[in-house]
């Protein structure tokens, strides 16, 4: 079946523009904006939205500042998402450099744990740093937070206890 016509408002496009030209893939454009790759190109070729024409900025040092607060853990979560993202995009090549960052930075993140929790496993140290976390809890902020799952999930959980293990022995045996 083919995809319906889309039109995109002028500020979509503008901001594809922006995006493309600040770095991103044609691919990556076309996704974030829910726009074709053949009329992207096609509208990029249109006005002259080409990487080589663009002014580049003066040699010099970059501002790193903005990643100041980007610790480890939250490079692993994003390298750990950015593989499944590829591999459920059906991208194997990005799915598997993904998957290589995502285990590197992990085993840079043990090795720091290890370096400041000797003698501790991985979960040990997870636990012992959920524990604290809960020190910190407010559990009526807690409470007022808590969405109740709905009603057929309820139905659903219970009819799932009502049915026995295949696997453990007869009530009666």
Request: hydrophobic fraction near 40%; charged fraction near 30%; include cysteine.
């Amino acid at each position: 079946m083919a995809e319906t016509y889309r039109i995109r408002s002028i500020q979509t496009w503008a901001q594809a523009r922006d995006d493309y030209l600040s770095g991103l893939s044609a691919e990556t454009v076309c996704r974030r904006h829910d726009l074709g790759l053949s009329a992207f190109r096609r509208r990029a070729r249109k006005y002259g939205w080409r990487r080589s024409d663009q002014i580049e900025p003066p040699p010099g040092e970059t501002d790193l500042s903005i990643y100041e607060d980007v610790g480890l853990d939250d490079q692993v979560e994003t390298a750990a998402l950015r593989f499944v993202q590829a591999l459920e995009h059906g991208k194997a090549t990005e799915a598997r450099r993904w998957r290589r960052l995502w285990l590197e930075l992990r085993d840079a993140s043990d090795a720091m744990d290890a370096e400041m929790f000797p003698g501790m496993s991985r979960h040990e140290i997870a636990a012992m740093i959920a524990a604290d976390d809960a020190l910190y809890d407010d559990p009526e902020e807690a409470d007022a937070l808590r969405i109740e799952p709905p009603l057929s999930l309820k139905v659903h959980h219970c009819a799932l206890e009502k049915i026995p293990d295949p696997l453990s022995p007869p009530e009666g045996a």
